[in-house]
């Protein structure tokens, strides 16, 4: 029997042997036309040869599929019998192009696969402005499912920043409807996985006694929303970083991280509203002692990388467009296309090194913790230590105070007499007997 020649939607393969090769064909015919139909036991030519079919068969081809192509596909796929002989066919089809095949893309040139040029992808990218169409589809909860406490606080803090303006009355179906979440009483995908108490997401948490990160002292696994997940996920890296406290000229306090802050959200809310949700995906946020990764699952644009787009200003590619529409109305998210540029901006200033890695289904963002020669710690001026003694106790005496600081009592009365003039400190009382009232905290 023979089933004619190879086209645009049609490859044949000898066996599963050739799964490797037939992935890339799969990903070349979505980005063309969008669907195709792929053969096992069938030569180039048509020829039916068979193909062996076991009992896991079946299941290592639709899992080979599932891991290669992104974004993921459910295709369908069976045994048959063709003039005697078994083969298995594979239907699929998808409309989120432009479709990866281990994170490289390809064209379908009739019946050839050939990689695609980064302009190729550029374009087809701009073409479908790589917004998913997932994120519109309709789920089966309503109202429900929604976290409350979480959807109340995003309105009150998209309010405040003036990017959402004040409603009359209070109302979630019409807050939701209005940013694109909530249609004929169901949460779309996009306000499933932002608002919903399902806890739909999963954001793995870990510190690493070494990098070869054998050993933890400690290791969570959060299920959440996305909104929810940003503030765990941002929480949790303060958290276990390192910050050193630096004085001023006056007496206040100043907390100074070892990785700037901003640049740590900013990357944590980029590995969620750019993450794919369309299998089982999880974000990941690790510290060693000499980094902090943060994992999102969904690639990034092949021959792309983030200092591309803070270096050259090229447009944004969401992978999640209302996602990040909704983000942004909190003020979570910036401006379109500059969250890798302040990034940039931000560790350079404090001195960071960063770096990015691709890895299989997902990329990492990396930044790198060796900032202990550089984070100077500003040594306190003598008015400012012996204003921060006397804060804790003000009856201490000028020769008290000397010894504490290690200074001479004609130092620390040099001291005293600036704070004084300062008006920061003034004396009640005799010398003897008498206190310092702290007059500026």
Same mark, same amino acid.
């Given at each position: 029997?023979? !089933?004619? @020649?190879?086209?645009?939607?049609?490859?044949?393969?000898?066996?599963?042997?050739?799964?490797? $090769?037939?992935?890339?064909?799969?990903?070349?015919?979505?980005?063309?036309?969008?669907?195709?139909?792929?053969?096992?036991?069938?030569?180039?030519?048509?020829?039916?040869?068979?193909?062996?079919?076991?009992?896991?068969?079946?299941?290592?081809?639709?899992?080979? @599929?599932?891991?290669?192509?992104?974004?993921? =596909?459910?295709?369908?796929?069976?045994?048959? $019998?063709?003039?005697?002989?078994?083969?298995?066919?594979?239907?699929?089809?998808?409309?989120?192009?432009?479709?990866?095949?281990?994170?490289?893309?390809?064209?379908?040139? #009739?019946?050839?696969?050939?990689?695609?040029?980064?302009?190729? !992808?550029?374009?087809?990218?701009?073409?479908?402005? /790589?917004?998913?169409?997932?994120?519109? /589809? !309709?789920?089966?909860?309503?109202?429900?499912?929604?976290?409350?406490?979480?959807?109340?606080?995003?309105?009150?803090?998209?309010?405040?920043?003036?990017?959402?303006?004040?409603?009359?009355?209070?109302?979630?179906?019409?807050?939701?409807?209005?940013? +694109?979440?909530?249609?004929?009483?169901?949460?779309?995908?996009?306000?499933?996985?932002?608002?919903?108490?399902?806890?739909?997401?999963?954001?793995?948490?870990?510190?690493?006694?070494?990098?070869?990160?054998?050993?933890?002292?400690?290791?969570?696994?959060?299920?959440?929303?996305?909104?929810?997940?940003?503030?765990?996920? #941002?929480?949790?890296?303060?958290?276990?970083?390192?910050?050193?406290?630096?004085?001023?000229?006056?007496?206040?306090?100043?907390?100074?991280?070892?990785?700037?802050?901003?640049?740590?959200?900013?990357? =944590?809310? /980029?590995?969620?509203?750019?993450?794919?949700?369309?299998?089982?995906?999880?974000?990941? =946020?690790?510290?060693?002692?000499?980094?902090?990764?943060?994992?999102?699952?969904?690639? #990034?644009?092949?021959?792309?990388?983030?200092?591309?787009?803070?270096?050259?200003? !090229?447009?944004?590619?969401?992978?999640?467009?209302?996602?990040?529409?909704?983000?942004?109305?909190?003020?979570?998210?910036?401006?379109?296309?500059?969250?890798?540029?302040?990034?940039?901006?931000?560790?350079?200033?404090? +001195?960071?090194?960063?770096?990015?890695?691709?890895?299989?289904?997902?990329?990492?963002?990396?930044?790198?913790?060796?900032?202990?020669?550089?984070?100077?710690?500003?040594?306190?001026?003598?008015?400012?230590?012996? #204003?921060?003694?006397?804060?804790?106790?003000?009856?201490?005496?000028?020769?008290?105070?000397?010894?504490?600081?290690? $200074?001479?009592?004609?130092?620390?009365?040099?001291?005293?007499?600036?704070?004084?003039?300062?008006?920061?400190?003034?004396? @009640?009382?005799?010398?003897?007997? +008498?206190?310092?009232? =702290?007059?500026?905290?």
């Amino acid at each position: 029997m023979n !089933l004619g @020649i190879e086209s645009e939607t049609m490859e044949f393969k000898r066996s599963t042997a050739e799964l490797e $090769k037939a992935v890339d064909n799969i990903a070349s015919m979505l980005n063309k036309h969008g669907h195709g139909t792929v053969y096992f036991g069938v030569a180039p030519s048509g020829d039916v040869v068979g193909q062996a079919v076991s009992a896991s068969t079946l299941e290592d081809v639709a899992k080979k @599929i599932k891991n290669a192509i992104k974004p993921m =596909i459910y295709p369908e796929i069976k045994e048959e $019998k063709l003039g005697g002989k078994t083969v298995v066919r594979v239907d699929f089809s998808g409309s989120e192009k432009p479709y990866s095949s281990k994170g490289r893309y390809f064209k379908r040139v #009739f019946d050839r696969t050939e990689e695609m040029t980064p302009q190729e !992808l550029k374009r087809m990218m701009s073409a479908t402005d /790589n917004a998913s169409l997932w994120e519109n /589809n !309709l789920t089966k909860y309503g109202m429900e499912a929604v976290d409350h406490s979480a959807l109340n606080a995003f309105y009150r803090k998209a309010v405040a920043c003036g990017r959402l303006a004040q409603m009359a009355l209070y109302d979630e179906a019409e807050l939701l409807t209005g940013l +694109g979440l909530y249609e004929n009483g169901h949460l779309t995908n996009a306000g499933y996985y932002l608002f919903s108490n399902k806890k739909p997401v999963v954001l793995k948490l870990a510190v690493y006694v070494t990098d070869e990160r054998i050993n933890f002292s400690d290791i969570n696994r959060l299920e959440d929303n996305i909104y929810n997940l940003i503030e765990k996920g #941002f929480s949790y890296v303060k958290e276990h970083i390192n910050w050193s406290v630096c004085f001023g000229e006056d007496t206040s306090r100043v907390e100074v991280p070892e990785i700037p802050v901003e640049a740590l959200r900013e990357i =944590i809310v /980029n590995s969620f509203a750019h993450a794919d949700y369309r299998g089982v995906s999880e974000n990941e =946020i690790v510290v060693t002692p000499t980094r902090v990764e943060i994992y999102n699952p969904g690639e #990034f644009p092949e021959n792309y990388t983030p200092e591309m787009f803070a270096r050259k200003q !090229l447009k944004s590619m969401p992978r999640n467009k209302v996602i990040l529409n909704t983000l942004y109305k909190s003020k979570d998210v910036e401006a379109f296309g500059s969250g890798f540029k302040r990034v940039y901006e931000l560790c350079e200033k404090a +001195g960071n090194r960063t770096d990015f890695s691709s890895k299989y289904g997902g990329f990492s963002f990396l930044f790198f913790r060796d900032v202990r020669d550089r984070v100077k710690i500003k040594k306190p001026s003598t008015e400012a230590e012996v #204003f921060n003694l006397l804060k804790d106790d003000p009856k201490q005496t000028r020769m008290q105070l000397s010894l504490k600081l290690k $200074k001479t009592v004609r130092t620390v009365q040099r001291a005293l007499n600036k704070l004084s003039l300062e008006a920061k400190i003034r004396r @009640i009382g005799s010398n003897k007997t +008498g206190y310092w009232e =702290i007059l500026k905290a």
